[in-house]
């Protein structure tokens, strides 16, 4: 579990996550500092570099601009994240140094060490913000689970399997081949270059 590193007693804010050192990563939730650390695993980073492709493809030519980690997304002063994967449509949200405002969707990676606080602390945050769809991509298990904004409450959780597809609430144009994602193959596939 990420424990907050900073003194537990203290209230932190955007102002004194701005003068942390830039070679660590935080996080501030409800005024509570969360180091991110150790790094992600490959597994956690070839999915994301998957999901990443496929955002970008999709979204080209249109206002939505997706944004991988380490991407600063402030939500107020005592609520700044660096989800792995945050889309943004609304292009006034954005700034040169960061996203301010609730993005439309979020993916986070899951990993042994997150696994709680993306799963109660980030998730509360992300429904009292506003938004739309947030992805919990679960690499040893192979599974997403899913959670759409219905009026200002998170539905769900809907869960996909990595063989199945998803399309997304948020942007019901975009399906994912999450066989893809996961970087396996479906019964029956070729696994490997055809033979000669």
Not at 21 to 36: L, N, S, T, V
Not at 88 to 100: F, G, M
Not at 155 to 174: I, Q
Request: glycine residues 6%; proline residues 8%.
């Amino acid at each position: 579990m990420t424990i907050p590193a900073k003194s537990l007693n203290n209230r932190y804010s955007f102002k004194d996550y701005q003068g942390w050192p830039d070679d660590e990563r935080w996080e501030i939730i409800d005024g509570r500092a969360y180091c991110m650390t150790p790094a992600p695993t490959l597994r956690h980073q070839r999915i994301l570099g998957m999901l990443h492709v496929r955002l970008e493809e999709n979204f080209r030519g249109t206002p939505c601009l997706p944004f991988v980690a380490p991407v600063d997304v402030v939500f107020d002063d005592y609520n700044v994240v660096q989800p792995d994967i945050a889309v943004v449509c609304d292009k006034s949200k954005l700034t040169e140094a960061n996203v301010q405002g609730a993005p439309d969707l979020v993916v986070e990676i899951i990993s042994p060490s997150t696994s709680l606080k993306d799963r109660r602390e980030k998730k509360a945050l992300y429904e009292r913000s506003g938004v739309r769809e947030y992805l919990l991509v679960y690499p040893l298990e192979d599974i997403l689970e899913r959670y759409r904004l219905i009026g200002s409450r998170y539905e769900g959780p809907d869960l996909f399997n990595w063989d199945e597809t998803l399309t997304l609430h948020a942007f019901p144009e975009l399906t994912l081949n999450l066989w893809e994602i996961f970087e396996k193959s479906l019964p029956g596939e070729a696994i490997g270059p055809p033979a000669k």
